[in-house]
């Protein structure tokens, strides 16, 4: 069974520019997290999709958006980069909703890099 | 507001040496669920354990132990006769009614390194 899966797996970015990062879960998942990680304020969650809808939110400004397709594929955009948006963006995928109830995997993630 | 404090920044052991990971965590919630990740140099989370706030037992796989103390909200990692393979960030993550159970709060990580 294939795991959670991301792309692109390192990416880099001029401050101003948009990006969008791509998350593929596992088969069956219909959840998707995802989580940014950086070495100054550690593992940070972002938002989650469950059926399409993100049912929560974190702490992050609306230059961070989602979304969830049909298939449970999810996107991850962050518009207007900052260097401080630089980070390793890790995706989770989970059989449902209130992912923590269920394992959560997570996927190798995208190193994000803002010059 | 929950926290996970994970006051060990890295610690290093000799292989076959026991070590132990601490986790404190708060929460004002009475049901809550506590998690150990590790993260390999790969980058890549890999679950460890989830245990609900109402199971105090502790639990043994293989070379893995977890101690879970809701008088002083600790949920402790000890991995006896570690190995090389080991060695990696720990992270210790809570998730409550606060997060609406959809979220994880994790620590800081612990790195641990076992040297040969």
């Known amino acids: 069974k294939a795991g959670v899966t991301q792309t692109p797996r390192y990416l880099i970015k001029t401050r101003g520019q948009q990006v969008t990062l791509s998350c593929s879960p596992i088969?069956?998942?219909?959840?998707v997290s995802w989580y940014q990680q950086t070495p100054g304020q550690g593992l940070q969650f972002l938002f989650e999709y469950f059926s399409e809808t993100q049912r929560n939110k974190g702490n992050f400004p609306g230059r961070f958006s989602g979304r969830q397709f049909s298939n449970s594929r999810s996107e991850m955009n962050v518009s207007t980069l900052e260097l401080g948006d630089s980070a390793l963006y890790l995706c989770a995928s989970s059989l449902a909703f209130l992912a923590s109830y269920n394992e959560q995997f997570f996927g190798p993630g995208t190193r994000l890099t803002v010059l | 507001a929950q926290k996970v404090t994970q006051a060990q920044t890295e610690i290093s052991v000799v292989e076959k040496e026991d070590v132990t990971l601490d986790c404190v965590y708060e929460t004002r919630d009475t049901t809550y669920y506590l998690f150990w990740y590790k993260q390999p140099p790969s980058g890549e989370l890999v679950f460890l354990i989830r245990r609900n706030s109402f199971d105090e037992q502790n639990e043994i796989s293989g070379r893995y132990s977890w101690n879970f103390q809701k008088s002083t909200s600790s949920f402790n990692f000890t991995i006896t006769a570690s190995q090389v393979v080991d060695s990696a960030v720990y992270f210790c993550a809570l998730s409550d009614l606060n997060s609406g159970y959809s979220t994880l709060t994790f620590g800081k990580g612990t790195m641990l390194l076992v040297s040969p």
């Open positions: 088969s069956g998942h219909r959840s």
